[in-house]
């Protein structure tokens, strides 16, 4: 796996406000990145330093092996990018907006644009002037902007922002079909894990300024229960307990003084219960319950990773 | 260069589809329209108020109110000035004559003739009189210029009292006249030679108080030899127009094209303020529409875009003081019509005339006056970029331009501070600069050039500043 963009130890501080603490993370080619916190987590905040909104105070970004501070038209020359919202010149029509971006990049043809504008299915209104665009496709427009030049790394922020569920879905085939197929390593941040579920490969968590960590989906998923259905049996003697079921060959965990889990393969889980009930009863301990657990979506895995699902933005 | 090249286009595609852009080009189209239309009203007020004196036709009684005057106070001479308005009358000869002229002359030579034979003067004196004042006569009714103006000569010669330097200078225009038999009238020839008589006359005077040891103001002199010069080439090549002094303020002869033409040169300010809105918008609106961000994530450095933006915004004020320049050729043409347009404008320089197309000077006017645009549409760019707010990069630039003049005139004239003289306002206008019209003394050229330069590098590098440092 070839990186495509490489963060190490970013750290910002505007004002007197630290935003960011030391963020490194790597994206792939070939794969979407998600790029998931919760409002006003530092997303926005790190992707303008990535393309140089922002200067970069601390660490170093490296862009399929250039450094972007020191060759800068180099590595933006392989970056594509949306930030915030998709503001575009509200007195020129998309297609006279996509021809400046073409102009300022070099190499893209008419009939690349036209290419990309058929893309996302702005060809029967990208004549009419950007001001009469609803935000929706203004969203498209700015996707159709960057991926104009074919770059490496593509950036997206919060792309699905106003965009209808076909739209969205239009989008996510999108993103794939360019890192699946055309190696393109895709960042995509988001708000909303439901969505990152579904289009992404890999995410990275952030909150207040922290990145939490980088995992798989399936990854992030199974470290709860992905795959599996987690049991929980409430028991009078819980390391006493799990003594004996390590004995089973079952791998358990202890959730807290009385309760712990054991993560047992979906649809088969009838037999081990039955033998680690009977084992427990067996040995003495007193059983006071055994439930299977609700089959964890990422979004509580996001909320319990990030502790700020009820508290205020940070 | 080709990339770079394409950054300015995009400026360009982005100006150009604004409505403001186009709604302030109208306002140019209307100002040289106007300026047209202004100087047809000039026009007919001048006829209106015609000089009586220059009336070159006679009518009934126009001299009765004169000879009524004389019988009435009987200033000295008068018998003898009745007798020439009353055959003035009868003959039916107008002011602008030449004869209107000689019949004065003949008047003052028979008041002369009879202060004389009072005190009692030689025989050969009263004879001599009794002649010249004859001659005059003969000439009137023979309608003789030439020999009038032989007479006119005889009588130079004839007067003992002027030295040989000075009767050649005075007789100067009159043998003029004759070698180039060039007949009097109210044309503009006769004009000229009139005031190249009088220039001439000033030039003896001053160099003979020079001789005697009185400093002169010789930057004066050089400029009167040199248009004794001009007005001579003029005759001589048949020029009609002097370029150079042509306005609507002071139009020789009818007011005409060059007239018109050379005032739009004092009206580019109307371009300024295309240039300052362009200039103070061009940066702060990329912020203010959000679409900065779109602009700065492309593989272009922050300095080259910044400088896409300031190169459009000099070459738009050019194009626009080229299309303002045409726009007033064309509707001064339209106006006046194209008999003008072959006079050339004439420079005097070390004895020498040169000759240079009418339009050319015209365009070197704009050029000059393009300084100004170009600093204070720097300093609105500078605003621009720094602040981020066009409504206040726009407001100070136009401010400048406007204030700028009253500004330095209230330091100087009313507190007569002379350090005001660094400051820029004092130095953009260039022309007057050269023309020694400015109002600090001494103020040169390179001077004013060197502080324009100061001042728009201190602009430019404070919008570079501003832009490539700044956190979107
Ligand atoms: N220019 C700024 N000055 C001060 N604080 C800022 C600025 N921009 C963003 N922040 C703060 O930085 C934090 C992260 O913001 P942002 O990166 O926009 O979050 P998000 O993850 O929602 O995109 C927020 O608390 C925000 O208030
Ligand atoms: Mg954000």
């Known amino acids: 796996m070839t990186t495509a963009l490489k963060l190490e130890h970013i750290s910002k501080t505007i004002g007197k406000k630290q935003i960011l603490h030391d963020i490194s993370f790597e994206t792939y080619a070939g794969e979407v990145f998600g790029f998931l916190g919760p409002n006003g987590a530092g997303k926005t905040t790190t992707i303008k330093i990535i393309v140089g909104l922002l200067c970069l105070d601390e660490g170093a970004i490296t862009v399929c092996g250039t450094a972007l501070k020191n060759h800068f038209e180099k590595a933006m020359q392989n970056i594509g990018g949306i930030v915030e919202n998709p503001e575009m010149y509200k007195y020129l029509t998309g297609m006279q907006n996509l021809r400046q971006y073409a102009r300022m990049r070099g190499n893209v043809s008419q009939k690349r644009i036209d290419e990309v504008v058929e893309m996302v299915g702005l060809s029967n209104r990208i004549h009419e002037k950007v001001g009469h665009y609803s935000l929706g496709m203004r969203q498209r427009l700015g996707v159709a902007q960057s991926i104009l030049h074919h770059p490496k790394v593509l950036i997206l922020d919060e792309p699905t922002n106003g965009l209808d569920p076909a739209g969205i879905k239009e989008l996510r085939d999108i993103l794939k079909n360019l890192a699946h197929k055309e190696g393109v390593g895709v960042l995509v941040s988001s708000h909303l894990m439901s969505e990152m579920e579904m289009m992404c490969d890999r995410v990275g968590i952030i909150a207040e300024g922290k990145l939490i960590g980088v995992q798989t989906v399936e990854e992030l998923i199974s470290t709860s229960s992905g795959g599996k259905t987690g049991f929980v049996f409430t028991v009078s003697d819980v390391p006493r307990a799990l003594e004996l079921i390590a004995g089973l060959n079952q791998e358990a965990t202890r959730l807290d003084g009385r309760r712990f889990q054991v993560a047992l393969p979906s649809g088969e889980t009838d037999e081990p219960v039955s033998a680690i009930c009977a084992k427990l009863i067996g040995a003495g301990i007193g059983l006071y319950g055994a439930a299977p657990m609700e089959n964890k979506k990422l979004e509580d895995v996001f909320i319990a990773l990030t502790e700020t699902g009820g508290k205020q933005i940070g | ?472």
């Not at chain 2, 300084?371 to 407001?395: C, E, Q």
């Not at chain 2, 004013?448 to 100061?454: D, E, H, P, R, S």
């Open chain 2, 1 to 472: 260069m080709g990339k770079f090249f394409k950054l300015v286009q995009n400026e360009y595609i982005k100006i150009l589809n604004r409505i403001s852009t186009w709604i302030i080009l109208g306002l140019v189209v209307l100002a040289a329209l106007g300026l047209c239309l202004v100087s047809v009203l000039v026009k007919n007020e001048m006829n209106r108020n015609n000089d009586t004196y220059s009336q070159s036709t006679y009518t009934d009684g126009m001299y009765d109110s004169e000879i009524a005057y004389q019988k009435d106070s009987k200033p000295e001479g008068y018998e003898q000035m009745i007798e020439a308005l009353e055959f003035l009358r009868d003959n039916k000869i107008p002011y602008a004559d030449w004869r209107y002229a000689a019949a004065n002359d003949m008047a003052q030579v028979k008041t002369q003739l009879a202060s004389a034979s009072a005190s009692g003067l030689d025989d050969a004196t009263v004879k001599a009189l009794t002649k010249t004042a004859q001659d005059y006569k003969n000439a009137i009714l023979a309608k003789d210029w030439k020999a009038y103006y032989q007479i006119k000569i005889d009588v130079i010669q004839e007067d003992a009292s002027l030295s040989k330097e000075e009767k050649e200078m005075q007789e100067w225009q009159y043998q003029y006249r004759l070698g180039h038999d060039l007949k009097p009238g109210s044309d503009w020839k006769s004009n000229l030679i009139t005031e190249t008589a009088t220039l001439k006359a000033q030039v003896a005077s001053m160099r003979k108080e020079q001789e005697s040891g009185t400093a002169q103001d010789m930057e004066k002199l050089n400029q009167n030899v040199d248009k004794i010069q001009a007005n001579l080439y003029r005759i001589e090549h048949n020029i009609r127009l002097d370029i150079a002094s042509a306005g609507l303020t002071h139009p020789q002869g009818t007011l005409g094209f060059w007239d018109v033409f050379s005032t739009s040169s004092k009206m580019i300010s109307v371009i300024s303020l295309l240039i300052i809105v362009i200039a103070g918008s061009c940066v702060a609106s990329e912020f203010s529409s959000g679409t900065i961000k779109f602009l700065l994530i492309n593989p272009v450095k922050r300095g080259k875009i910044l400088f896409s933006k300031y190169v459009m915004v000099v070459s738009f004020a050019y194009l626009m003081l080229l299309f303002f320049f045409i726009l007033n050729a064309l509707f001064c043409m339209m106006f006046y019509g194209t008999g003008d347009l072959g006079i050339p404008y004439l420079s005097v320089a070390g004895g020498t005339v040169h000759s240079t197309p009418g339009f050319a000077y015209i365009a070197g006017k704009y050029l000059l006056a393009s300084v100004d645009i170009l600093v204070m549409a720097t300093l609105a760019f500078a605003i621009s970029s720094l602040i981020r707010s066009s409504a206040l990069a726009i407001g100070v630039g136009a401010f400048a331009m406007l204030g700028g003049n009253t500004l330095i005139l209230i330091l100087k004239q009313a507190l007569n501070l002379d350090w005001a003289r660094y400051l820029i306002f004092a130095n953009t206008n260039l022309s007057s600069i050269m023309d020694g019209s400015s109002l600090f003394a001494h103020q040169s050229v390179q001077f004013a050039l060197i502080v324009v330069a100061v001042h728009m590098f201190v602009f430019l590098l404070t919008a570079w500043d501003g832009f490539v440092r700044r956190e979107v």
